[in-house]
């Protein structure tokens, strides 16, 4: 006989079986049992969480000639015949394959003649967001006013996709993520049962790598049982199947990133991809890891909130005072958008060694975070009696053997003689009052203009400057080539249009530019008033 997978061999027949929906299971049994049944019923969720289980159950339970407290017996004709995929009285549909308007025309033909066994005659159409419009219109008069004897039964993953003309003639009923410790329990019942000897620490990690999908962390377990056939499924078997990454080494990668220890955090990765591991759930893992530390900074009594040993806990406290809560919040800020980002990259792991240096080193980062982050590595260098020296400078000899500063950033020709001070006033331009109190407006909002836009907008909107480009019109300065051919896009530009006009009531157009090698971003803007009265200044008067 072949193998059957897991989750098929111990999909649940009764309503007792199912686990984690409560809230569905009992409203269901009470309508068989007094016998108010509906005629549509849309089950929404994510995968895994049990919709196509709960409608076959209930398809047994409305044909079931003796049900038990709401459930099917599962010994009469029609469960059996139900339960082995025989019996016309219950049609499966995939809406993803059969989505046409012919499809829904044939179901429309089939409900006007009633069921020669059984009560009723259910129809169970899975994925029914991935209907096309005309059958989703050629199901509503159907929906609406179906035969006594008929009963529809929808599932989707994604019910904002669904007609509100659909989902007003349907009872809408929302499946919830499992909890890691029903699903730990349910596993641990089938383990039991199959003989297969499991630690605990390993269901913990299996459940909770289902993430919050029963079917997902059967499918898991039944990988790493079969990996390991034979032998205890242990801790670190599962960690080897799922390329998953041990709390030790996220210490280690943690306990780097506060010492800026660039060089130690590169070569742990290396480590990692060597082994094989998941990169994409690393970085997940690490962000969940990140959390935890914030809810001990942050929370009172948040060792409730976690779910780990006392070890653990203890190991996570110790590392928890290494950091203060703005800077753990710029650690997951910076993996946050990685997780977003790394879903759809090829060199995954250049985007993670790229966020490692954003962490270990602050100063490439303009916002408040790093700032404050900067500020405090001074604090303690000048605790310490560290000199601290300006950021991009270093020491070079001289001709009698002492040591000079010198710029990083500015080429070696350019840096001025001993004695010479360079100083470069910024030019002055005028432009018209309003345009000035545009530009004003803009340029103190653009931080909470650009957090706005979201996370995958938001990066590319990093080292730019808006500058005046006409009456109600601005221009966005872009610095970087890539981040221009993001940020450009018309479709970008017209949500901060109406995010402006939304908040701050101005009509403002904006258009994007690349910033030209060598050019100057420290032009000064003034009305001509203040050009009056400062006119023994130095300024540059533009048409």
């Known amino acids: 006989m072949s193998y059957t997978a897991l989750y098929r061999k111990w999909r649940p027949h009764t309503f007792d079986d199912v686990k984690g929906q409560d809230h569905i299971v009992t409203t269901l049994q009470n309508q068989i049992r007094a016998q108010r049944i509906g005629h549509a019923y849309l089950f929404c969720g994510t995968r895994g969480t049990g919709k196509t289980t709960v409608a076959k159950i209930l398809a047994r339970s409305v044909n079931c000639e003796a049900p038990i407290d709401g459930s099917p017996c599962g010994e009469c004709p029609s469960c059996k015949q139900i339960a082995a995929g025989t019996s016309l009285n219950v049609v499966e549909i995939d809406a993803a394959s059969n989505n046409g308007v012919e499809n829904i025309r044939e179901i429309r033909d089939q409900v006007q003649y009633p069921p020669t066994e059984g009560k009723y005659r259910v129809y169970i159409i899975d994925e029914v967001h991935m209907l096309s419009t005309g059958a989703f219109n050629a199901l509503l008069k159907t929906l609406e006013e179906p035969p006594s004897y008929v009963i529809f039964i929808l599932a989707t993953t994604e019910v904002h ?17 499992i909890t ?4 730990a329990d349910r596993l641990k019942e089938l383990t039991d049962a199959e003989g297969m000897p499991v630690e605990e620490r390993a269901l913990r990690y299996v459940a909770k790598a289902g993430d919050g999908s029963m079917r997902d962390a059967l499918s898991l377990l039944d990988q790493c049982a079969a990996f390991h056939f034979g032998e205890t499924l242990t801790y670190e078997h599962v960690l080897d199947v799922l390329g998953a990454v041990d709390n030790s080494v996220f210490r280690e990668l943690f306990l780097a990133v506060v010492e800026g220890r660039t060089k130690d955090c590169i070569l742990k990765l290396e480590e990692m991809v060597i082994q094989g591991r998941e990169l994409s759930q690393f970085v997940v893992d690490f962000i969940w890891f990140l959390r935890n530390l914030l809810l001990l900074k942050t929370a009172e009594d948040a060792e409730e909130l976690l779910d780990m040993s006392e070890d653990n806990l203890k190991l996570l406290r110790e590392d928890a005072k290494l950091a203060d809560e703005s800077t753990l919040m710029r650690y997951i800020r910076v993996f946050s958008e990685l997780s977003n980002q790394i879903r759809f990259a090829a060199q995954k792991r250049v985007l993670i060694e790229l966020a490692f240096i954003k962490l270990t080193k ?9 700032v404050l982050e900067r500020l405090a590595a001074l604090e303690r260098q000048m605790e310490e009696g560290i000199p601290a020296a300006p950021a991009g400078y270093s020491e070079r000899p001289t001709e009698t053997g002492g040591m000079v500063p010198v710029s990083n950033t500015i080429p070696q020709a350019e ?15 005028t432009i018209p009052k309003a345009q000035l109190e545009d530009l004003n407006m803009v340029r103190n909002e653009w931080g909470k203009i650009v957090r706005a836009m979201g996370m995958s907008v938001r990066p590319c909107y990093r080292e730019t400057v808006v500058e005046p480009a006409g009456e ?9 080539p890539m981040n221009f051919h993001m940020g450009s896009r018309p479709s970008i530009l017209g949500d901060i249009e109406r995010y402006v006009e939304q908040m701050y009531g101005r009509s403002i157009y904006f258009k994007a530019r690349l910033r030209e090698g060598g050019e100057r971003m420290d032009t000064r803007y003034i009305t001509d008033e203040e050009l009056r009265e400062n006119i023994h200044m130095e300024i540059t008067i533009e048409d």
């Not at 890691?180 to 699903?183: A, K, P, R």
């Not at 602050?362 to 790093?370: A, H, K, N």
């Not at 840096?415 to 331009?429: D, F, K, L, N």
């Open 180 to 183: 890691v410790d029903t699903i």
């Open 415 to 429: 840096i001025p003689v001993q004695g010479y001070q360079a100083s470069v006033e910024p030019r002055t331009v």
């Open 472 to 480: 109600s019109c601005l221009c966005i300065v872009f610095s970087d």
């Open 161 to 177: 996709k669904i007609p509100i003309t659909v989902l007003s003639r349907c009872q809408r009923y929302d499946f919830r993520r």
């Open 362 to 370: 602050p100063q490439m980062e303009q916002d408040l975070e790093s």
